[in-house]
């Protein structure tokens, strides 16, 4: 009789359109998918040879936000990571940058760096890490919260910010050290590695990656959404004249690495891949009866993209790998935990810019800044102004710090010199716009680059003057590319979910990268995290 009632009740089910999934109280798991550098319009423009399984899995089944943004400046890995999984900026998050100038130490720290704990794991130059300079809570954090810890988090990536960041201050973190090879954590997480980490690193898969020849995965002549393999906007391996394919691993890497070479290959992402399968099978994610988290970064799309540009036959081919790689997730998590049960979000950490002296062939308007003679020319000019003294203490991600101290003693006043070298550094060619703390701190920007700006600004850490770049300017050297800019090249980033109550469709409405977070809350009906600023996408949640 109670055979029977289940098959009623599920043709009522059936009959009435509602799946599965939707009477499903909570998903099983959620997996955040963070691709280092990715563009949105690689989505696109490399879709003719994706496979049906993976990124036009997504976004035919799921939900896209085309017109996706990172809403502050700069844009670079540790704050994307942060910003994704806060709902937050950096001026509230903390997260300025990738490294940035503390004044009280005199000294540069890097976004993940905890000197009071040690490698688990890896090597001791590779473990001083934590999310402990992130100041508020992540999407995770408030997961592990709700369940009272029951939850499950774990945060994977071959970078350490691409892994602690987005396992919060609860959660599980390992990264790939490349010393000797091996995932790794800190005392932070655990005292000991778990059995299945143990047992990962004992594959060796590094070794056998990195014995192999980077080859395009189909014939390299049908690769025509690229430019030429062999040209000069592309930086070649160390002991490789060219920047064109094959690449013998075996060969390039001791003069390239060793263990770190495989990050700025397809294989990077594969054992990426490989080991979140394993972290799946080993923490027995999504098992139970709450909801687990699994977040995943896949970094080497960012060392392919810095080196070979956004143009290149090899950023062409590790994205048609990628896919690939997407595809054999979505079916591992299809056959392990059953098809929508599970929600997918898939984004980036910030675009990239083209390279420059590319750019410049194409007679697009661009060029590289010379950094260091602009802060030569702005101590040259502070000494004929006011006098010989260390008036700059530091230059760094586009920001100029002061020394507060010698303008006090010299009883001069910091807002007018903010002014006086906001207005002296636009004549340099290449700066597009300067912009002062006072000026940030005393005013409240809605739109266009101030508020960019605003947003990446934080009152105890940032600098005194922050500069802004002409469109398709960077500051590095003829070949090779970076971001870190408010312009859309560097901003435009998918905006993907997929699986359990996840609709069909998409919309070109302007949204943020701090939207996804309490996206997420709503979904899964918990708390925001504390200082979310970003808000629900209502096409997703309603």
Known sequence: MKKISLLLLLSIFMGTGVSAQETAEKPKLVVGIIVDQMRQEYLYRFADRYSDGGFKRLIGEGFMMKNGHYNYIPTYTGPGHASVYTGTTPATHGIIGNNWYVRSLDKSIYCAEDSTVYNIGGTPASGQISPRNLLTTTITDELRFSTNKRSKVVGLAIKDRGASLPAGHLGDAYWYDSNNGEFMTSSYYKEDLPAWVKDFNGQKNPDKYLSQTWETLYSIDTYINSIDDNNDFEAPFIGKDTPTFPYDLKELRENNGGYGLIASTPFGNQLTL???????????????????????????????????????????????????????????????????????????????????????????PAGNLNVGYVVSQVKGYMNTVYGEGDWVLN??????????????????????????????????????EVYTAHTLKTNSFTELRPHLLQMGYNHKASGDILIILEPSWLTGGARGTSHGTGFSYDTNVPILFYGWNIPHGSSTRYATITDIAPTLSMLLEIRLPNGATGQPIQEIVH
């Open 274 to 364: 490989d080991f979140a399968l394993a972290a799946l099978e080993g923490e027995k994610l999504g098992e139970s009866d709450v909801t687990d988290f699994l977040a995943v970064s896949f970094s080497s799309t960012d060392y392919v993209g810095h080196r070979f540009g956004p143009t290149s036959k090899e950023l062409e081919d590790i994205y048609l790998r990628l896919d690939l790689q997407i595809e054999s997730l979505l079916n591992h998590l299809d056959e392990k935990l059953g098809e929508g049960n599970y929600v997918v979000f898939l984004s980036a950490d910030h675009g990239v810019a083209d390279v420059a002296t590319y750019m410049e062939s194409q007679n697009v």
């Open 395 to 432: 230059a760094s991600n586009e920001q100029i710090f002061l020394n507060h101290k010698l303008i006090r003693d010299n009883k001069l006043n910091l807002a007018d010199i903010e002014e006086e070298l906001a207005t002296f550094l636009l004549r340099f060619r290449g700066i597009k």
